[in-house]
């Protein structure tokens, strides 16, 4: 088992986990190294330093493979995708990048936060990517377009963000002491996690996504359980195509005009575990594009499964 780490000296320095012995020092970068990630692989090492500059490094020699050139300051955190294909850095210059480890090549500039990207992290099944920024924000992006999906509003800095192997939760690490967990998919604030006294700068989940970590400036890692956090069974989520879907994200119940305001989808509405579950819409205005989604009787819908795939809705 190895450790890679960046310094303030310049390099990138590779460790024996059980020995503490320097395995090698990876020399190349002009400034300080303020982030450093192992590809899943294990085969490659990607750093990013404050010359502006992302590297890709040849874990078992040291050896410069690529210099990744876009950014046009700091680049302040990096991270492999799970497959080791893709790289993702964030910089001082507001933007978040997505590159080609094999060609070096950017595939993707992520535009939209308005201060320094501190974080970036790449969905376990590489389709998106959290970012956390100091215009207190995390952002969701989709990977392959570098669309935003979904802006996570806080009241800080946020200097570290993770995503959980499943895809469902996200957890931020802010310069006001705080640790916040939230939905993936609706983007609604779970749970606040207290106890740290000054700015958090790590957090990571585990790799069941039911422990959190986090590392602070007040000296103290700490570890939370947090399995019961957002009772996913009873939530439903608002697409951004105005669909009502279930928590998973792979059944489609019904659509909603956007004027709609919806309260949170925790106390609205119970999407039932069983087969089926009844909606009462007696004094219910259904929009425009209600055809696509129910056939009205009594004022009555049915939810339920009838065949494979998406859930259909039925008369009753």
Known sequence: MRIV?????????????????????????????NSVAFSRDGTRIV??????????????????????????SWVNSVAFSNDSTRIVSG?????????????????????????????????GDGTQ???????????????????????????NWVNSVAISSDGTRIVSGLSDSSVRVWDASTGVE????????????SVAFSSDGMQIVSGSDDKSVRGWDVPKIGCKHLAWNLADTNWIISSEGQNHYMWVPQAVKLAPP???????????????????????????????????????????????????
């Open 190 to 201: 779970l749970k606040e996690l207290k106890g740290h006294t000054r700015s958090v700068n």
């Open 91 to 123: 910089s001082h210059d507001h933007s978040v990048r997505v590159w080609d480890v094999l060609t070096g090549v950017e595939m993707k500039e992520l535009k939209g936060h308005t201060s320094w990207v501190n974080a970036v992290a790449f969905s």
């Open 5 to 33: 780490s960046g310094s303030s000296d310049n390099s990138v320095r590779v460790w024996d986990a059980s020995t503490g012995v320097k395995l090698k020092k990876l020399k190349g970068h002009t400034n300080r190294v």
């Open 266 to 316: 925790f106390t609205f509405l119970i999407i039932s575990r069983s087969p089926f579950g009844i909606v009462e819409f007696r004094r219910s205005m259904i929009g425009v594009d209600w055809v696509h989604c129910y056939t009205p009787c009594w004022n009555r819908l049915v939810l339920g499964n009838p065949t494979a795939g998406d859930d259909h809705i039925v008369s009753n």
């Open 47 to 72: 750093s990013g330093s404050s010359d502006n500059s992302v590297r890709v490094w040849k874990a078992s020699t040291g050896v410069k493979l690529k210099k990744l050139k876009g950014h046009t």
């Open 129 to 155: 990517v959290v970012s956390g920024s100091s215009d207190n924000s995390v952002r969701v992006w989709d990977a392959l377009t570098g669309v935003q999906l979904k802006e996570l509003k806080g009241t």
